[in-house]
C-alpha cells in the first residue's frame, strides 16, 4: 500500500485501525500455512469481514507486543526496547539494549523508532525518481528496508528479529516461541483468529504471531498518527514561532543546513505528508562508540549495508559504513542519535553536521602524536563512500556552515515534529 494510499483513506473507520492494517487484512488471508492452520481457504473477503479482522489482528498484536513471558528471560517485550510513550523509541539513553537469557547480552546498534514504519518502502538498489513529468529520472542508489541496513522488507520479517536474537529476547528458535505463545493468557485468542489446530504446526503459530505484530505495527492512532504541531502548521491549523520558522528555513537551505536533502520535509505534490527521510543510505562517520562492547575489538566494525548483521552486500565496498536515513519524526524524544548511539543530545546532532569537516578535533580521538584520528569508525578504504554535501565537505579551519544560534533555532524546529499524544502535558510527563 502506498503511502498516498495511506493518507487519502485515513478517514473513519480506517483511521481508528490503521489503513495499512486494513490492506493487510484485504489480502486473501495471507496464502500461507498460518491461514490452511485457520481452516479457512484463500479468498477476498467483504470490506466489512476485512475491518473486523483487523481489529481483532491490532489488539491480538497489541498483546503479543506488551508480553514479557516470550522473552528467553521473562523479563523482556518488544515494548519494553521500543516504548510506546517514546515513540517506539528506547526510553533509555544507553546506545544499546541489552537483551539475552540474562539480559546481560549488549546488543550492536540503537534501536530505531517502530513509529511511522509503514512509510518505509522495500528495499531497491535503484530508486529512480523524478520531481517533473518529463525530467529524466536519477538513480539515487540503495534505498529503503526495515532496519538501519534495509535487510527485511515486511513487518511480519521484521518482529522475527528480536524475538529470536541472541542479544534482544534471546530465543533459540520459533519452537521455543511458540511453547510461551500457547501459555499465554491469549493463546485463545489466537486459536479465535488462525484456528484451534494452530498450535499443531509450530511455523503456523510462529507465523500467525508475527502476522498480529505486523498487523498492530500499522495501526493509525498508534503508528501513524501525523499528529504534530508541524502537520498542523502545514494544515494552516496551527502556528510555528519566529525561531521555529528560522530554523525551517535553514533546515531546508541547501548552503546552510541542507536536512531536507535527506529528511524532506514539504507535502508531496499529491498531498501526501512530509516522511522526513528519503530512506536512502548514506555515510556520515558517526564517531566510534566504545561504549558498545563489540567496539572494543579493533578489528570490528560495523559498516552497515555491508556488513555484519546483512550478508547479502558482503564484498560491495561502495556500501561500506551506509546507514539508512531515519525519520526526524519525534526525534526530539530521543535519548541516543545514529546507528551507534553515540550522541545523546540533538543538539550535538546537529553541531556534528556543521563541524564534522571543519572542526574534526571535537569530535574524534587525538592520535599520540596530536594528530586527530577523523573517521574513526571507519576505515579509510571506504572514506569516498562518505556524504559530502553541505554543511559537510569543509575543510579543518573553515567556518562553520552553521552558527550556535543557527543551530539552536534547527534544534527548536525539530521540536515541532513531536506527535500531539507525546506532549508532555498528553503523556503526563
Known amino acids: ?119 518505509v518502502p522495500a528495499f531497491t538498489e535503484h530508486y529512480y525518481d523524478s520531481e517533473d513529468e518529463g525530467d529524466e529520472s536519477v538513480d539515487n542508489g540503495p534505498t529503503g528496508g526495515l532496519t538501519w541496513d534495509g535487510r527485511v522488507d515486511h513487518g511480519a520479517d521484521q518482529a522475527k528479529i528480536p524475538l529470536l536474537s541472541p542479544f534482544e529476547m534471546g530465543n533459540k528458535d520459533a519452537d521455543e516461541v511458540v511453547a510461551k505463545l500457547q501459555k499465554a493468557a491469549y493463546a485463545d485468542d489466537i486459536k479465535a483468529v488462525f484456528g484451534e489446530t494452530v498450535f499443531h504446526n509450530p511455523k503456523d503459530a510462529f507465523d500467525a504471531a508475527v502476522e498480529a505484530l505486523a498487523t498492530f505495527e500499522q495501526s493509525g492512532p498508534d503508528f501513524y498518527p501525523y499528529s504534530s504541531r508541524y502537520d498542523a502548521f502545514l494544515a494552516g491549523k496551527a502556528t510555528l514561532t519566529a525561531q521555529e520558522l528560522h530554523g525551517r528555513q535553514l533546515f531546508e537551505e541547501p548552503a546552510k543546513g541542507n536536512c531536507s536533502s535527506c529528511h524532506l520535509s514539504e507535502p508531496a505534490n499529491d498531498g501526501e505528508p512530509p516522511q522526513f527521510s528519503d530512506f536512502g543510505f ?96 571507519l576505515p579509510q578504504a571506504y572514506w569516498d563512500n562518505l556524504n559530502q554535501d553541505p554543511p559537510f565537505g569543509r575543510k579543518p ?16 524546529f525539530l521540536g515541532t515534529l513531536t506527535d500531539a499524544d507525546l506532549q508532555p502535558e498528553a503523556t503526563g510527563h
Open 282 to 377: 548514506l555515510g556520515l562517520a558517526a564517531p566510534r562508540n566504545m561504549a558498545i562492547p563489540a567496539n572494543n575489538d579493533p578489528n570490528y566494525h560495523d559498516l552497515g549495508l555491508c556488513g555484519p548483521q546483512r550478508t547479502d552486500f558482503a564484498g560491495r565496498s561502495e556500501y561500506c559504513g551506509l546507514f539508512r536515513t531515519p525519520t526526524l519524526r519525534n526525534v526530539a524524544l530521543k535519548k541516543s542519535f545514529f546507528h551507534n548511539g553515540y550522541f545523546h543530545s540533538l543538539r550535538d546532532v546537529v553541531s556534528f553536521y556543521a563541524t564534522r569537516d571543519s572542526d574534526p578535533g571535537r569530535w574524534y580521538p587525538k592520535n599520540s602524536d596530536g594528530t586527530v584520528r577523523r573517521y574513526d569508525d
Open 1 to 119: 500500500m502506498t503511502i498516498k494510499t495511506i493518507w487519502l483513506v485515513r478517514s473513519g473507520l480506517a483511521a481508528s485501525i490503521g489503513a495499512a492494517a486494513l490492506c493487510l487484512a484485504l489480502l486473501p488471508l495471507r496464502q500461507s500455512s498460518a491461514a490452511t492452520a485457520a481452516g479457512v481457504h484463500p479468498g477476498p473477503m467483504s470490506r466489512t469481514e476485512a475491518f473486523a479482522r483487523a481489529e481483532t489482528l491490532t489488539a491480538l498484536g497489541r498483546k503479543i507486543f506488551s508480553d514479557p513471558s516470550l522473552s528467553a528471560s521473562g523479563l523482556q517485550a518488544c515494548a519494553s526496547c521500543h516504548d510506546p510513550a517514546h515513540a517506539f523509541s528506547p526510553a533509555s539513553a544507553m546506545p544499546v539494549e541489552m537483551g539475552g537469557e540474562h539480559r546481560d547480552q549488549p546488543g550492536l546498534r540503537a534501536v530505531p523508532t517502530l513509529r511511522y514504519l509503514q512509510s
Open 397 to 412: 579551519g573553515d567556518a562553520p556552515a552553521l552558527t550556535d544560534p543557527e543551530i539552536d533555532d534547527i534544534v527548536a
